[in-house]
Nanobody, 122 residues
Framework: QVQLVESGGGLVQAGGSLRLSCTAS????????MGWYRQAPGKQRELVAS???????NYADSAKGRFTISRDNAKNTVYLQMNSLKPEDTAVFYC????????????????WGQGIQVTVSS
């Protein structure tokens, strides 16, 4: 089983910054792509940013120029630096990873964190 622990959420004023962290515990899995998604009330969950093991990144249009995703493969940790936050960024942010089981029959699965609240006040 892969477990994801998220931190760094909270309340911030518009224009401020937050840094989200997500660490995966996976002793018998290889962590591949990692990413951050968000879901606001009444809306579908959407990709914010993702990053591969070789640091190829992908951003939602709304995040480009404001958010930066990075990772530390040795720590199985992904970060999301969010600057110039807007009230419309308010959502529950979820960390996601896909992982490959290293022992036994090969298997790849997606794993999700429990979600952390990000609230941007005006």
């Amino acid at each position: 089983q892969v477990q994801l622990v998220e931190s760094g959420g909270g309340l911030v004023q518009a224009g401020g910054s937050l840094r989200l962290s997500c660490t995966a515990s996976a002793s018998i899995f290889r962590i591949n792509d990692m990413g951050w998604y968000r879901q606001a009330p009444g809306k579908q969950r959407e990709l914010v940013a993702s990053i591969s093991r070789n640091d190829t990144t992908n951003y939602a249009d709304s995040a480009k120029g404001r958010f930066t995703i990075s990772r530390d493969n040795a720590k199985n940790t992904v970060y999301l630096q969010m600057n110039s936050l807007k009230p419309e960024d308010t959502a529950v942010f979820y960390c996601k990873t896909d992982a490959v089981r290293l022992f036994g029959p090969p298997r790849i699965r997606d794993y999700w964190g429990q979600g952390i609240q990000v609230t941007v006040s005006s």
